[in-house]
């Protein structure tokens, strides 16, 4: 989004110090600035304000502070953080495009990926990069599109009761997709309850024209759907938008059958894991309600590339074949991947190399133990590294 140093002082009620440059996007961090964006140093472990300098040295355009300006255009603003919300918000606020919200405890950022490639056949589309997906990522996402973007898609995590709820305000999406409730971050809500209602805040505000897609295979989901008051568009095995005949090859690349009240067509993912399917359904939802033809589904789920260390499939350089599933892990993205694992069918032994499974609360225990069992089943062996709650030595 290209936007005057005047318009953001105005937009955040700061203090512009210095020329009325013109800007276009915004970055917390200082090695990644382009030329002429605005960079928004945050307080956290570190001091973004140290680096303003650098930023302005790096090309910054200009640079919010909350305390004494450094060189170039500044504005001053009382909290840094709050002002890079408000100007999330004003960004949201000038675009026309439709707004997509993803969340859940598995997938979020897979589905992001596939429904940004899908978007992409029916017009400009702009997704966050990476994992963007909390008070920071939303707004860098929405002030990171181009103007003429036709299609906006944004992911949304959450650590508390009423996050999503937030960012929901600042994004105010047209459609919202709840993926799964699952064992993430549970040391902080305490009970799945508690994790499916904070998902279901995203269905709170979508507006009365958008639309919720909806797991129709997970209960916690469906127990959401009464909030919202748009239509509701489910995908699954039970969903309206469902996968038939699916097939995996030698590298966990699926084919299937998309059906739908669109129609049927067969799809060919060259992402990897059977997992991916379900991700895929609810991509090609919200393709199909947003008035793309099946076929433009179709092509732009076949064409469909994750963001790096989800489910890359590769060799060694020795013939050994590497699973690279690293970028996170909960107990249903880790049994996912132990799966995709187990179905390579490659001859050999199959080593699964593993973390702690973090933020679990009163569940960290069995939910390690859970997966050494599943791994036992499946007849891979674990290499645990920082923890021993696998039963295995670290």
């Known amino acids: 989004v290209r936007f005057r140093a005047s318009e953001v002082a105005d937009g955040v009620g700061g203090e512009l110090i210095g020329d009325d440059v ?13 030329r002429g964006c605005l ?10 304000h140290d680096f303003i300098d650098s930023a302005v040295a790096n090309g910054a355009g200009a640079h919010l502070t909350s305390g004494a300006p450094g060189p170039g255009s500044a504005i001053r603003v ?17 675009t026309g495009a439709r707004v997509v919200a993803v969340t859940g405890s598995v997938g979020k950022t897979s589905v992001k990926d596939l429904t940004a ?22 707004p860098l996402t929405l002030l990171g599109a181009p103007d003429d973007v036709d299609f906006l898609v944004v992911e949304m995590g959450a650590r508390a009761a009423g996050d999503i709820t937030s960012l929901s305000a600042i994004a105010r999406p047209d459609v919202g997709v709840v993926t799964t409730v699952g064992m993430a971050h549970t040391s902080e809500f305490g009970s799945l309850e508690a ?30 759907a009464g909030r919202a008051r748009c239509p509701i568009l489910t995908f699954g095995d039970q969903g309206e938008v469902r996968a038939r005949d699916v097939h995996l090859d030698g590298e966990l690349r699926s084919t299937f059958r998309l059906e739908s009240p669109w129609g049927r067509a067969e799809v060919r993912l060259v992402v990897h894991g059977a997992h991916m399917v379900t991700n895929a359904l609810a991509a090609a939802a919200v393709g199909l309600f947003l008035g793309l033809p099946l076929v433009d589904v179709v092509t732009g789920l076949s ?16 013939g050994l074949v590497v699973v690279n599933d690293a ?6 993205s880790m049994a996912a991947g132990l799966e995709a694992l187990a179905s390579l069918g490659v001859e050999g032994h199959s080593i699964a190399v593993v973390g702690l499974m973090a933020e679990l609360g009163g569940h960290e225990a069995s939910a390690h133990a859970d997966i050494a069992d599943l791994a036992d089943r499946l007849g891979i062996g674990l290499v645990a590294v920082g923890t021993d709650l696998y039963g295995v030595p670290p």
């Open 22 to 34: 013109v800007l276009d996007g915004a970055t917390q961090d200082s090695r990644t600035v382009t």
């Open 327 to 332: 970028y996170n892990a909960n107990p249903a």
């Open 195 to 224: 994790v499916a209602r904070t998902k279901g805040e995203l269905l709170d505000g979508l507006p009365p024209d958008g639309c919720a897609v909806l797991n129709a295979d997970d209960d916690r989901v469906m127990d959401q």
């Open 303 to 318: 064409e469909a590339r994750l963001s790096p260390w989800r489910m890359e499939v590769g060799r060694s350089s020795d």
């Open 117 to 138: 490639s899908v978007l992409s056949r029916g017009g400009p589309t702009h997704a966050g990069e990476r994992s963007f997906n909390n008070e920071i990522g939303v």
């Open 39 to 48: 960079f928004v140093p945050l307080v956290a472990e570190r001091d973004g």
């Open 78 to 94: 009382a909290d840094t953080a709050v002002a890079l919300c408000d100007l999330g918000w004003a960004a949201r606020a000038s």
